[in-house]
Nanobody, 130 residues
Framework: EVQIVESGGGLVQPGGSLKLSCVVS????????VGWFRQAPGKEREGLAC????????YTEDSVKGRFTISEDNADNRVYLQMDNLNSEDTAVYYC???????????????????????WGQGTQVTVSS
């Protein structure tokens, strides 16, 4: 059974940074990807970034590129989302998700990160406010 547990959300001031963490377990092989998504009140779910577990290939949406960085610690199957220079528009519930796929930079040519990942965490709230 695939399990996903996020942590690291909280309250941060505008301009500040926050690092989200996600532990993924249950996959029997390395050919899966982990993605970060968010959903603000009254808005649709938005894809942010993904990473391929087998080789570390990443993709980041233009909307957060330069401010958000996805990374992975293979030793404990933990995926991180480093978020810098946060603003009020980043306030949302952030979700980690995983599926048997390959995270590819060609998502930029096909409409962006797919939103229909198979396995989802419970979400963690990020609030940017002074």
């Amino acid at each position: 059974e695939v399990q996903i547990v996020e942590s690291g959300g909280g309250l941060v001031q505008p301009g500040g940074s926050l690092k989200l963490s996600c532990v993924v377990s249950g996959f029997r092989s390395a050919d899966y990807s982990v993605g970060w998504f968010r959903q603000a009140p009254g808005k649709e779910r938005e894809g942010l970034a993904c990473i391929a577990h087998e080789d570390g290939n990443t993709y980041t949406e233009d909307s957060v590129k330069g401010r958000f960085t996805i990374s992975e610690d293979n030793a404990d199957n933990r995926v991180y989302l480093q978020m810098d220079n946060l603003n009020s528009e980043d306030t949302a519930v952030y979700y980690c998700a995983a599926e048997k796929s390959y995270c590819t930079k060609t998502y930029s040519q096909t409409g962006g990160l797919p939103l229909d990942y198979d396995y989802w965490g419970q979400g963690t709230q990020v609030t940017v406010s002074s």
